[in-house]
Structure formats: C-alpha cells, structure tokens
C-alpha cells in the first residue's frame, strides 16, 4: 500500500546546466560569445550569479581583443587556420573546470541535468552569426 512517490525536495536542482563537453563543442562552433553565454547560463544555475556579469565583461573584451588581432594580422604572415578556435577551447577548459566542474557534478548527482547537443549547436549557429557580423561591422566602420 505505501509507495514511494519521488517528489522534488528542496534542494533538488531545478533545470539544465550544459555540460563540458557541451561548452567545449559550442565555443569551437560559436566562438568565445558562446563560451560566454554558455558559462554565465551555468553560473545562473549553479548559484555563482556573482560571476555572470564578470563572466560577460571578459567575454565581450576577449572577442573584441581577438577580432582586433586577425584583424591587424597582415596578410604575408601564414597564422593556422585552427590556432585560434584551439587556444579558445583550451582557455573555456580551463575556465571551465576552474570554476564550474565540481559545482555542475554536484548538481548533477543531485538530480539536476544536462542540456542536449541540439540546443548547444543552434547556440553555436546564433553565435557564429553574430561573430561575423561583429568582424564584418568592424571592417566596414573602422
């Protein structure tokens, strides 16, 4: 007669944080805007909202500062295609297990979840738009 009903408690996480392999993929697709916007929407919900504007602020300097850099790169100097999306995703790694890798454990294993690949491919598409039309508005006014 007594069942056992799983009901939320409160501390049960409530919704979806992305994983790292998640933010991993979305900042070689997107760029550091998705690095960014991926990790302060983690920060949201692992409680650190302290670090959500810290975590925007670094990110829109960094892009800026690299879209600044292939910008002033001349043209005879061969740079690897790949230099610049690698040194992204090794930096959102580091950050990522820096700050948020044990926290996104715990929310995990006490029912909190995962967002799906869909969700960090359409952000990443998003990101990437935006990326260009930074670097084509920034050829184009300065």
Partial sequence: MDQIIDRPTENTPNGKIYKDSGITLGTFLGGPLVAGYLMAENF???GKEHLVSQTWI??????????AILLLIPDDI???????????VLLVRYLFNLHQKEDAETYVESGGEYYGWGRVVIISIIGF???IAAIFFTVLFF
Avoid: D, Q, R, W
Wanted: proline share 7%.
């Fill in 44 to 46: 949201k919900k692992l």
């Fill in 58 to 67: 670094f990110t829109i300097i960094f892009s800026a500062g690299l879209i």
């Fill in 78 to 88: 061969n740079v690897p295609n790949m230099i610049f999306p690698i040194m992204e």
């Fill in 129 to 131: 738009a935006l990326t």
